[in-house]
């Protein structure tokens, strides 16, 4: 009882000096980011290819997360060694490619590809950090 009446107190200040306002460029970046991921929420599941089904969007700061079902496959199913290289080169090496992703490149955005098994269990993510396309173009 006593170590929370130290804790406490030390948790409560702590957690009020941490706190921080997003700067006029972050707000701006979540607003579109928010307004991105409502508009792709608004269409529903979307088949993306015959394997792949983009359940729905998130963001968080500057991530957008784009959670999806490989709809033949359980996730004990798939070998993640193998499935990730796939992923890699198919889907994250094109990024900094697509003329449409210019924004996201500027704002430094970080894309997060997340992937389920037809059983919805966790298969593996992966992600890239725009701002690096920056360096390669």
Do not use: W
Request: glycine content about 4%; charged content about 20%; aromatic content about 8%.
């Amino acid at each position: 009882m006593d170590l929370i009446k130290i804790i406490l107190p030390i948790a409560l200040t702590t957690s009020l000096l941490c706190h921080a306002e997003q700067t006029p460029l972050e707000r701006s970046l979540s607003q579109e980011l928010t307004k991105a991921v409502t508009k792709i929420n608004a269409k529903g599941a979307q088949i993306i290819d015959e394997e792949t089904r983009l359940d729905y969007a998130a963001t968080f700061k500057n991530f957008i997360i784009y959670n999806n079902t490989m709809i033949n496959y359980t996730a004990e199913q798939l070998d993640v060694q193998a499935f990730e290289p796939i992923i890699e080169e198919v889907l994250i090496g094109t990024l900094c490619a697509n003329k449409a992703l210019k924004s996201f490149i500027d704002l430094g955005v970080i894309m997060v590809y997340r992937f389920h098994g037809k059983n919805g269990l966790y298969i593996t993510e992966l992600s890239k950090d725009m701002s690096t396309c920056k360096k390669t173009q």
